[in-house]
């Protein structure tokens, strides 16, 4: 079944015909909220609003650990998580959707591993390619059919927040060879990899990054909320396609 993560302009799928809502408990601690279980196109799929479904919860105080156990308990086969990110590289302007390939992470002092605590071994996982390859590969393929463009590759710096970058961070952030940047993507994809669960991301640009292009002088937040409504309904369309050709491959596999 596929899992979504919802961030900010995405709290709801409104193509999700919901079943039932469960609050799952962890052994990590409270998810943001109720797992929203349904059909999206007759595929099953659950739901899970990143930072809560009333958007109160930080990018450093999201429980990623408890989220992502919780969608894996529930038998996640798959996981896309939805994040709204800045423009680094200059050809990706505010609306564009983006399925990043690499990562860089700066952030700090979140829980990013389920391997530690009393009892456990030491444990290094192999964390080469970041996002799962087949699923990208499926995310660009369900975008193409529904005529969504989407580019197919960007490096992703994951900041701490919950404030944006200033214009030198960005430029350092180019410097090192990040393309975009967001708050949330670690460690939420490497506690991915832990449990085994293909993850991989659809980032849609909200907004220029710090001290570029419209975001030279500043960044406007009302621009930002128009930019996402109208580009998460382009993410729901690809989210639909996608359902069924995750149910598909799935069924194949079995
Ligand atoms: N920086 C970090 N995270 C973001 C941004 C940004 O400019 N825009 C949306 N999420």
Redesign the pocket.
Known sequence: MLGIIGGSGLTQLANLDVSHREVVRTPYGEPSGAITFGEIGGQPAMFLARHGYGHTIPPHEVNYRANIWALWHKGATGIVSVA???GIRADLAPGDIVIPHQIIDYTWGRRSTYHEGEGCTVTHIDFTEPYDRALRQMILLAASDVGVSAHASAVYAA?Q?PR??TAAEIDRLERDGAEV???TGMPEAVLARELGVPYAAINVI??Y??GRADSKDG?SFEAIEGVLRESMDRVRIVIDRLAGCHAEVCAAAD
Request: charged share 5%; proline share 0%; no cysteine.
């Open positions: 709204s990110v800045g900041t927040g944006l970058e940047v967001g708050m909200a907004n990054a710090a960044i």
